[in-house]
C-alpha cells in the first residue's frame, strides 16, 4: 500500500511540475534591456576659419622706427584690432597639435612730447611731439594644446609681422633736416608671437576662443605689446 502510495504522489508532482512549465513557455517574453548608446568624443581635427578681434596695448620707440641714431624712448600706445584668422590641426587622444595665421587691421597708437638725445646728450633744448602706432600685424604661429572634450587649452608661438608709422613735429625754429632724419616713416617690423589661451566647441563645427598673446619686433626695445583676443572658428569637419 505505501508503495503505491509513493508513486502515485511522484506522478502527481511530475505532472504538476510539467504543467507549470508549459504554463511558463506561454507567457509573453520579456524584451532585452537596450544597449547605452557610446557617448561621442568631440573631434578638434579640421581645417577651419574665423574672425578674431581685440584690445592692445604697450610700448615703441618712435625716433628708433625712423632713425637709429637716437637714443631710445619708449611712448605707451594702446587701441584695438580685429581681422581673420585660418588655420588646420589634428588631434590624437587629448593632444592637438595645429597651425594658425591671422592678418588683422589695428588701431594701436599713441602719443608724447619729450627732449631727443644722442648718446645722452640733448639735440635740442625744447621737446618735440612725436606719434607712433600699428597699422596692422600679422602672425603665423603653431599651436599645442589639450583636449577635453569640448574644451581645449593650448600655447602658441610663432613670427609676426607688424606695420609700424611714426612721426615727430620739431620744435620751432627747426626742421626735420636739422635732425638729419625724417620726420616720418612707415616700415614693417619682423618679431615674435608668443601666448597661451583656451577655446569650446559649442557645436559640432563652431567654438569661440579666448587668448593672450605677447607680441615684439626683432628688437625688444622698438616694439612690444599685450593683446588680449577673443574668436569665432569655423571648422569644416569635425565630430
Known sequence: MNRKFALYALASLTLATLGQAASAADLPQRPAAPLLSPTPVYNWTAIYIGINGGYGWGNQDPLGLISNRFDGRQLNFSGGLFGGTVGAQIQSGHVVIGFEADLDWANLNGSGTFIPTIGGVPVTAAAISATTKIDWEATARARLGYAQQNWLFYVTGGLALLGTNSSFIPPTGFTCADFQSNCSRSNKQVGAALGAGFEYGFTPNFSAKLEYLYITA??????????????????????
Open 218 to 239: 626683432a628688437s625688444l626695445d622698438v616694439s612690444h605689446h599685450s593683446e588680449i583676443r577673443a574668436g569665432l572658428n569655423y571648422r569644416f569637419g569635425g565630430m
